[in-house]
C-alpha cells in the first residue's frame, strides 16, 4: 500500500497541468483546448463598431508602457528681398512630445476535471462558450475604452478627446435646435454645418468623410422626406450632394451630449488622424492548474485613442 500511494505522490508532482488526467484524457484535452482556442479568435461581433469607425494601430511592440507621439508646427514666413539682401527670414519646426499609457487588460475562463472527462468519455467537444464569453467582455472592454475612455487610469476615449471642435447646432423656425421639430432643410443645413465646423477653420486642409448619429435620428434621416412632394429623404439629399460622406449609426452617442442630449459627430476616419492604440490584440495562455479545474488567461494591452489633428473632428449636441 505505502508503494501505490509513494507512485502516487510521484506522479502528482510532475509536470503539471495534466497531472489528474490518464494519457488519452490529456491528449483529448489538448486537442480540444486546441479547438477552443481557434474557434473563440474567429468569433466577430458586428454591434461593437470601435474597431470599425476608429483606426487601429498595433505599431507599439507588447510590453511597452507608453506611446510616444510628437505633433508639429512651423513658425516664420517669407518676404521679399533685394538682389543683396543678407537678412533672409528664418523658418522653423518645432516638435511637442506627447505619451499615452498602455494598460493591460484581462479575463480567463476554464474547465474543470469532471468536464474535461464527461467530454472525452461522450466523444463531444468542449464547450466553447465561456472562451466566447472571455472573448465577447475583452471585445466590450476594447469597444468602451475606445468611446469613453477612463478617467480613473487616465485613458483617453474619443468622446471627450481634448481640442475637437464644438458645433453649436442652431435653432430651428420652432425655436429649439432638436431634429424632431426641425424642417428637412434645417436639419441637412445642421449636417452642412457639422461638416463646415471642420473645414472652414482649417482653410479646406481637413474634410469631414464620416458622420456618426444616433439610431433615431440616423432613422429620421432615412424616413423623412425633403419637402413638398419630393420622394428624396434627407439622408438621399445630403449624401447625393456630398457623396464623399459616409453617414454612420452610433448607439453609444445616445444621451452622449451634454445635459444627455442626443450628439453627433463629424471626423476624418483614416490612421493619419485618428487611432486606437492596441499593441497587444487578444490572447490566450496555456491552463493554470487551480485546485480541480484549469483557467485559461486572456490577456491584451489597450493604449486609449490619439487624434492626432483634433480640428478634424466636430461634434454638436442637443440635435
Not at 464620416?210 to 432613422?219: D, H, V, Y
Not at 490612421?271 to 490584440?281: D, R
Amino acid at each position: 500500500m505505502s508503494t501505490r500511494y509513494d507512485s502516487l505522490i510521484a506522479d502528482q508532482r510532475q509536470d503539471g497541468d495534466t497531472r489528474h488526467l490518464d494519457a488519452t484524457e490529456t491528449a483529448f484535452f489538448k486537442r480540444q483546448l486546441e479547438y477552443v482556442k481557434t474557434k473563440t479568435y474567429d468569433i466577430k461581433y458586428r454591434n461593437l463598431k470601435a474597431m470599425q469607425l476608429i483606426p487601429v494601430s498595433t505599431e507599439a511592440p507588447a510590453g511597452a508602457d507608453y506611446i510616444i507621439w510628437y505633433s508639429y508646427g512651423k513658425a516664420g514666413m517669407a518676404k521679399i528681398v533685394s538682389d543683396y539682401a543678407h537678412d533672409f527670414p528664418r523658418v522653423d519646426v518645432y516638435a511637442t512630445e506627447n505619451q499615452s499609457k498602455i494598460y493591460s487588460l484581462g479575463d480567463a475562463y476554464g474547465y474543470s476535471i469532471k468536464e474535461v472527462r464527461r467530454a472525452a468519455m461522450a466523444g463531444n467537444s468542449l464547450d466553447t462558450r465561456r472562451a466566447n464569453t472571455a472573448r465577447r467582455a475583452m471585445d466590450e472592454l476594447f469597444d468602451k475604452l475606445a468611446w469613453f475612455g477612463d478617467t480613473d487610469f487616465n485613458i483617453q476615449g474619443f468622446f471627450d478627446y481634448p481640442g475637437i471642435t464644438e458645433y453649436t447646432v442652431p435653432n430651428g423656425a420652432a425655436g429649439t435646435p432638436q431634429w424632431t421639430t426641425k424642417t428637412p432643410d434645417e436639419i441637412n443645413d445642421d449636417l452642412v454645418g457639422l461638416c463646415d465646423a471642420v473645414s472652414v477653420p482649417t482653410n479646406g486642409r481637413e474634410q469631414v468623410d464620416t458622420i456618426l448619429l444616433p439610431r433615431a435620428r440616423f432613422n429620421l434621416l432615412k424616413n423623412t422626406r425633403m419637402g413638398g412632394a419630393s420622394d428624396t429623404t434627407i439622408f438621399k439629399y445630403f449624401t447625393d450632394n456630398n457623396p464623399s460622406i459616409t453617414i454612420e449609426v452610433l448607439d453609444e452617442l445616445v444621451d452622449q451630449g451634454v445635459g444627455s442630449t442626443q450628439r453627433m459627430i463629424g471626423y476624418v476616419k483614416d490612421s493619419e488622424h485618428l487611432t486606437q492604440e492596441i499593441p497587444q490584440p487578444f490572447e490566450q495562455f496555456e491552463p493554470d492548474k487551480k485546485g480541480m479545474t484549469w483557467e485559461i488567461p486572456c490577456h491584451a494591452e489597450f493604449g486609449g485613442v490619439i487624434v492626432y489633428y483634433p480640428q478634424s473632428v466636430a461634434f454638436g449636441d442637443d440635435i
